[in-house]
């Protein structure tokens, strides 16, 4: 099962507001743990969020850190439309590398793993190697 968390903060409410600036919601962490917290408990998921270090560690198996060419980040956001200032911290992030040092920071080493999504042939081999991994998981934990 896949949970796209940006949808979840809008659908249950796990903001505390809008940010002109930004134009996204801000993000009520303990809120979005509390929707989540029953759902993670049957396992399978795939949880999609741009940050991690604020989920409990026994919820992953498996984290993995999305790295992107900080041009090709840029395009990206601006194509969909970003804010100026939200492109801004993105790029930024990326050149410090501020997800992967809370992945691992926050995770054993063991299971934080860096993928580049610079290419559509990188975005597909990631899809193909999450399959593999969610697969084996399977196979390991007995589920269905």
């Not at 998921?45 to 840029?74: G, K, M, Q």
């Not at 395009?75 to 100026?84: H, I, M, N, P």
Request: hydrophobic share 35%.
């Amino acid at each position: 099962r896949h949970l796209e968390c940006s949808e979840l903060v809008k659908s249950e409410g796990c903001h505390e507001g809008w940010d002109e600036e930004f134009q996204s919601y801000t993000l009520d962490e303990d809120k979005l743990c509390d929707v989540l917290e029953p759902m993670m408990a049957e396992g399978g998921i795939v949880v999609d969020f741009h940050s991690c270090d604020f989920f409990p560690e026994r919820w992953f198996d498996l984290v993995l850190v999305l790295t992107c060419d900080n041009t090709a980040l840029y395009d990206r956001l601006v194509e969909r439309g970003y804010a100026a200032k939200k492109v801004e911290e993105n790029v930024q992030c990326e050149i410090m590398q501020v997800v992967l040092q809370e992945a691992k920071e926050s995770y054993a080493e063991e299971v934080v793993h860096q993928v580049t999504s610079d290419t559509i042939d990188d975005m597909e081999s990631n899809v193909n190697r999450v399959a593999q991994w969610m697969e084996q998981w399977v196979a390991d934990n007995g589920e269905s």
